[in-house]
């Protein structure tokens, strides 16, 4: 099921507030994971909400990593945890489980 542009920044602003600067790292994550399971549309949501995420974190922020430096290795980043279920809603997001 797609989500509504509003369910997205919805989403992503309470996966931005339970997570912080890790959020847009296991929205990415989370969908690359998705792309390899060959899931398109679920793909397509979690890309919306790292959009999202990118966009709440503005344009002056560098990537951080996992440990909070911006001096990335790909040991630093963690591996994605499932993020909070949301609120409840008539029109339910993506599915948030592994």
Known sequence: M???EIDI???ARQLFDARGDKAVVEAAQKARSLE???QREEVETWRHIEAALKQ?????ESRRCADGSSACSPTLISAAADPPSPAPRSNRGPELSG
């Open 56 to 60: 709440m974190r503005g344009p002056h």
């Open 2 to 4: 797609r989500m509504q």
């Open 36 to 38: 390899e399971q060959g």
């Open 9 to 11: 920044h919805d989403y």
